[in-house]
């Protein structure tokens, strides 16, 4: 029998794991949290909610604070907690102690309006740059007494990005890997396609009983999480098809094709943000075409290949 499921004012409780739904979650800079409720807590992706997580944090009992990744969105209340240990996996640990490091990580265009938002966001947050006491490599356990919680290292949407497996609960946090209806997010210098579709592949071969995201309020089942998972993966294959469409009028350079509203819609690209991240995906794609040899470039234009 999987273990209940009980609804707490901030979000679900399964055994002794609170899982925090983000509140103000339209917005970029928040995400789903975890309070581990142990002797010793352990809090992960401080973020979803001010108020909660102050009144946590004045409990002195958060030992130790992990975040999945490197992104604002995750570590936005890393503050409230200054005397815990933090963690999280090598290869982000660059882009979170330094906001330089971020900025090469987020956006090969240092004046870009990606880079604008994340400077603005970054001095409005109160996110210091700050220590790393432990870093993670997949297959690592959490320091957790209670609860055997296992790192799986999920890269794509970042280099370091981690899920989480708590083994007895039959639960397992796939944070950025957040089967929102929107798809797949790897704006990012250091985000990798084929690495994300691997991770999704080694997601989908773990079965428990529940499976949560880091966006949206949401305990899914087996059956309603491979549902999502499969309409998720579509939309790499989706993203390509809508190039190789487009190329068929004749060759296009990268802002040419980004006019046309491959990954957002055309009608949302008002927005400046939504225009960095629709070229800077855009581009992981094309190159993954020709290294397909589906397509090809010259002179910046890319053309179908003939054969
Ligand atoms: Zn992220």
Not at 68 to 79: A, E, G, K, M, V
Request: glycine fraction near 4%; aromatic fraction near 10%; hydrophobic fraction near 35%.
């Amino acid at each position: 029998m999987p273990i209940p499921v009980q609804e707490t004012p901030q979000g679900a409780l399964i055994g002794d794991v609170e899982f925090v739904w983000a509140k103000n979650a339209k917005e970029f800079f928040f995400s789903n949290s975890i309070v581990v409720h142990e002797a010793d807590v352990l809090v992960v992706d401080p973020s979803a909610n001010f108020s909660f997580f102050e009144k946590i944090a004045s409990q002195n009992k958060v030992q130790t604070v992990l975040n999945t990744h490197y992104h604002i969105d995750h570590r936005s209340l890393n503050h409230l907690f200054p005397h815990a240990r933090f963690m999280c996996h090598e290869l982000d640990k660059p882009a979170i102690l330094s906001f330089d490091n971020y900025l090469k990580y987020a956006d090969p265009n240092p004046d870009s309006s990606y880079v604008m938002w994340l400077k603005g966001i970054y001095s409005s947050l109160e996110i210091q740059e700050q220590s790393i006491h432990q870093t993670l490599k997949g297959e690592d356990y959490l320091p957790s007494k209670g609860i055997k919680i296992k790192v799986l290292h999920l890269p794509g949407h970042t280099p370091g990005h981690i899920g989480l497996l708590f083994e007895e609960l039959k639960v397992l946090y796939i944070s950025d890997i957040d089967l929102t209806p929107m798809g797949p997010w790897y704006a990012n210098v250091s985000s990798d396609i084929d690495q994300f579709l691997d991770s999704i592949q080694r997601i989908r071969d773990i079965k428990v009983d529940y499976y949560i995201s880091s966006h949206g309020e949401r305990v899914y089942e087996p059956e309603k999480f491979l549902e999502k998972l499969d309409r998720f993966t579509e939309a790499f294959r989706k993203r390509d098809e809508r190039i190789l469409e487009n190329l068929q009028t004749g060759a296009k350079n990268l802002e040419e094709l980004a006019e046309t509203g491959i990954i957002y819609k055309a009608s949302q690209l008002g927005d400046p943000l939504k225009r960095c991240f629709q070229l800077q995906m855009l581009q992981k794609h094309l190159d993954r075409l020709v290294e397909q040899k589906k397509i090809v470039v010259a002179d910046r234009h890319y053309s179908l290949s003939s054969s």
